[in-house]
């Protein structure tokens, strides 16, 4: 099992690591589980920058109908921090970036999509989780938006 770490700290780990971590809420002489999160995995992965792939989807998402708002900005949070080294690259001056998204369409309750790349790739996964349900129809339209031929379109 990973060590505990704050939910900042989630920015730092692989995929695979946060998909199967579990969180803990630290008491002053326990820790208590509080869920797993092995419902959020890539689904999509793309040879292209976060910046990139954020503007991808946001032409896609609009041409299905769907509607995204950013709520998470990994860049824009290190700014607060003078010291926060990059734990794959060793320095501050890295390319990567994790952002999270909130996806509506005209019926469904948003769904979270969280972007996390690297070295010029960005894995896209949808939150699924019991505690964050992504309803079958907005998973749905996501999925017919993203429905394309990576190879076609340079990705």
């Known amino acids: 099992m ?3 770490l704050g939910v900042g700290n989630s920015a730092y780990l692989g995929m695979g690591q946060v998909a ?3 969180l803990s809420l630290r008491f002053y002489n326990q820790a208590k589980p509080i869920h797993s999160m092995n419902a959020i995995s890539p689904f999509l992965s793309v ?3 976060c910046d ?3 503007r991808w989807l946001k ?3 609009s041409r ?3 509607r995204l708002l950013q709520t998470f900005d990994l860049h824009d949070a290190r700014l607060a921090s003078t010291d926060c080294p990059c734990p794959h690259h060793g320095s501050t001056d890295c390319d990567c970036q994790m952002l999270v998204l909130l996806i509506y369409n005209e019926t469904a309750a ?3 999509l969280v972007l996390h790349s690297n070295e010029g790739r960005t894995w896209i996964s949808l939150v699924n989780t019991p505690s964050q349900h992504a309803e079958p129809s907005i998973r749905a ?3 017919a938006a993203l429905q394309v031929n990576l190879l076609k379109e340079g990705l």
């Open 20 to 22: 199967l971590r579990s």
């Open 110 to 112: 948003p769904a979270t």
């Open 2 to 4: 990973l060590p505990i």
């Open 47 to 49: 040879h292209r920058p």
């Open 141 to 143: 339209a996501i999925e």
């Open 64 to 66: 299905s109908g769907l």
């Open 52 to 54: 990139e792939t954020l």
């Open 59 to 61: 032409r896609r998402f």
